[in-house]
């Protein structure tokens, strides 16, 4: 690139600078409740809110080797620490030792890595007057940056960016002009902060708070808010009658939300356990513990949301699903539909299971796995002698039976793997064999179809469970059934969040099928170019773009084999509930050893979005697909196609990428860029970089594009965005190009 080594000789003066700064700085001492320009917090060093509520710091949850930055409760042991806010739950530290919290200069407060420079986290606030702010932990655990002459002047505040604690005088709403909602995301776990499957948030069209599992499937609603009693449409009274009482409703015309003061209640969590039977009284165990199972029938209910069951179709009877159960020790709980002849086993507890209104849903009955002491006490105290022989007698003869039941199912398992061999590593990866008849059923015979391209169509699905899918067909696969399920396997075992997730697939004869979750939104192609669809605003946009950024720098660098998707489009980058980008269709996918650098592959795909080189019959690498993800980001730019040839009527303006270009070298206002249906409503910075980025990813030579790593740094703001070159082609279409 040019300018490369100038870039660089300002990057190390820069690291430099910062680097003499941290040497020169004084350290916050503890007990403070502010941090001041320049000052900084390392290892143990904390701040504490004046009235000693809350302490901000570095803090490790118990049994993981990781430390994040976040604000705790500090009415609790300091072994048992209440922590209401984290900021780097994504993106931990090893060494709080080795790491700092700074408030720059300009106002920005930086976790950051003494050792390498490397940012964290930061609030990406930016003061125009340098030294004019201060950070301060307030006693009701919002942490704010303000100016330091007006207190009234909040630049940022913890309490718009929440994690899992919603706290008093936090807001849990929406914001209607900027189109950002308040979500309270759960951990993963208890010693992970990173955010989990559960998240809560407002109605955006109504006055209800709901529970969304996995951003898609809605969990649970209070119901719409009743301002005259002050309670919600479907929460107990009793359960939450303080909660709700010190609980207020606000909307005006920019904004609507909850808040909850805590004049009375003090910091206090609710445990919900009014129904006398949602936990085990008796834990389940692999070695059942020495006493007996039995299963609790419910009927008329919804199967659980939170895990695929296993499903076997060889079962004829409840009976034998129910052995099945049982044998299974991390079984919970079956179900055996009749219709189908279909045994369901599930694993792990079971998340939302609902009673469903028998006159307009199908009757559906699930066997729930417990203790037999917990089901019937007064049997097991009744035992005598009697009983003990007969319970011998039917143990040695369940014995029997389990041993000759063992015997069968090995001798299947052995038969399966002479033609399945390559499924049982796959299994691992908990993807789901499904028959070609299953398929049938969950599609309705394949009668709504979602999409169809070169490699297929995609259908939408139900599984028994009433989950939804996108059931892709493969058609022209001439991959014989062990290289299908190599590929297949190395596909399951992608997991990220912006990327669409394998659930299953089907390999029956010459029949091919790939399950994925269902994208609720549809693809970004149909918001940016159909006629009647959701105008996505800048701020989605932008997120839309690192996402996918974040989806494609994951394949190249972070999976166990480097991954070139070779088609990405907007057709290929699906939208979530949240509007949050799922890079979806591996169709045209070629995976590499991390021996190899380059693959030689066949010409496939859309051509509009397609590297100069592939055109051209070279050698493919991860950089193709920097060059289709920079045709994308300016179709998201201009809410446009791009078109890749220009007749010889158009004018040079009208290819939009060369527009651009111009644009970026010549210093002109890239406002003008802007998709024209947002009216001027973006930020100036992120469009900028944004340009720039795009121009940088279609380059002529491969070697000159950045990294997708490097493209997510552009965007989040890490690093300095140069000016582009003019490409070699939009020279051409100008007619600036030398004769030679």
Request: with cysteine; proline share 4%; hydrophobic share 35%.
């Amino acid at each position: 690139m040019r300018n490369t080594t100038k870039s660089k000789q300002l990057q190390f003066f820069h690291y430099a600078k910062l680097l003499v700064l941290i040497s020169l700085q004084t350290h916050l001492f503890n007990g403070s409740d502010a941090i001041f320009p320049d000052q900084f917090l390392s290892g143990n060093q904390t701040i504490v809110s004046q009235g000693g509520n809350f302490e901000l710091g570095f803090f490790k949850p118990d049994k993981s080797p990781n430390y994040y930055m976040g604000i705790w409760y500090l009415g609790k042991p300091t072994h048992d620490k209440t922590v209401v806010w984290v900021a780097n739950r994504n993106r931990p530290v090893s060494d709080p030792f080795s790491s700092a919290i700074k408030l720059l200069l300009d106002g920005n407060l930086v976790l950051f890595t003494k050792t390498y420079l490397k940012v964290i986290w930061s609030t990406n606030t930016k003061c125009t007057i340098p030294n004019s702010t201060l950070g301060v932990l307030l006693d009701n655990g919002n942490f704010i940056i303000r100016s330091s002459s007006d207190s009234s002047n909040i630049m940022w505040q913890s309490f718009d960016h929440p994690t899992d604690t919603w706290l008093p005088g936090a807001k849990l709403g929406y914001h209607k002009f900027l189109k950002k909602k308040t979500v309270l995301t759960s951990w993963k776990s208890s010693e992970n902060p990173a955010p989990g499957p559960f998240s809560i948030q407002l109605e955006p069209n109504g006055t209800s708070i709901i529970m969304v599992f996995n951003g898609s499937e809605i969990y649970w609603t209070t119901g719409d808010w009743n301002p005259a009693g002050n309670i919600f449409q479907f929460v107990t009274e009793v359960v939450l009658q303080k909660f709700e009482e010190n609980l207020t409703y606000i909307s005006n015309e920019n904004e609507s939300y909850f808040v909850f003061s805590n004049s009375h209640l003090g910091l206090a969590r609710y445990v919900m356990d009014f129904t006398d039977g949602c936990l085990r009284k008796t834990p389940l165990q692999c070695n059942n513990g020495g006493f007996k199972i039995k299963f609790v029938v419910i009927s008329s209910t919804r199967f659980p949301l939170n895990s695929q069951p296993l499903i076997t179709n060889n079962i004829n009877t409840i009976e034998g699903c129910e052995s099945a159960c049982i044998r299974n020790c991390s079984c919970t709980a079956f179900a055996y539909e009749i219709d189908h002849g279909t045994c369901l086993i599930w694993s792990g507890e079971l998340i939302n299971p609902r009673l469903l209104s028998t006159e307009n849903e199908i009757r559906k009955s699930i066997h729930i796995r417990v203790a037999a002491s917990d089901h019937d006490r007064k049997e097991l105290k009744n035992n005598d002698e009697r009983t003990k022989t007969k319970t011998t007698i039917i143990a040695i003869a369940s014995t029997i039976l389990f041993l000759t039941i063992l015997v069968l199912v090995f001798l299947l398992i052995t038969w399966k793997k002479r033609s399945y061999k390559a499924f049982d590593s796959m299994s691992q990866d908990s993807l789901i064999l499904f028959k070609y008849q299953d398929l049938r059923k969950a599609t309705n015979n394949f009668s709504q179809k979602l999409g169809e391209g070169g490699f297929g169509s995609v259908f939408k699905g139900t599984l028994p469970n009433s989950i939804d899918v996108a059931v892709k067909q493969l058609k022209n696969l001439n991959q014989c059934q062990k290289q299908f399920l190599s590929e297949v396997n190395t596909i399951g075992t992608i997991h990220h969040t912006n990327i669409v997730r394998l659930r299953g697939f089907c390999a029956e004869g010459s029949r091919r099928f790939l399950v994925y979750d269902y994208m609720l939104r549809g693809s970004l192609e149909s918001h940016l170019f159909q006629k009647g669809s959701n105008l996505l605003d800048w701020k989605s946009r932008y997120q839309i773009a690192i996402g996918t950024a974040k989806a494609l720098a994951y394949l190249h660098g972070e999976c166990r084999n480097c991954i070139i998707h070779c088609d990405i489009k907007p057709e290929n980058i699906l939208l979530d509930l949240n509007y949050s980008p799922k890079v979806a269709d591996f169709g045209l996918a070629k995976l590499l050893g991390h021996e190899f650098s380059k693959v030689l592959t066949t010409i496939r795909g859309t051509r509009g979005y397609l590297a100069p080189e592939w055109i051209a019959g070279g050698a493919i690498t991860p950089k193709v697909d920097v060059y289709s993800y920079g045709k994308v980001l300016f179709e998201i730019i201009s809410g446009r196609r791009n078109i890749d040839t220009v007749n010889d009527q158009e004018e040079e303006c009208d290819y939009f990428p060369a527009k651009v270009a111009n644009t970026i070298i010549e210093g002109k206002e890239v406002l003008k860029l802007l998709d024209c249906r947002l009216d001027g409503n973006a930020d100036i910075e992120e469009l900028n970089r944004a340009c720039k980025a795009a121009c940088w990813c279609i380059h002529d030579d491969e070697n000159d594009r950045p990294s997708m790593s490097l493209v997510v740094q552009m965007l989040e703001g890490v690093v300095t965005v140069g000016i582009p070159p003019m490409p070699r082609y939009f020279r051409l279409l100008r007619g600036l190009e030398d004769s030679s």
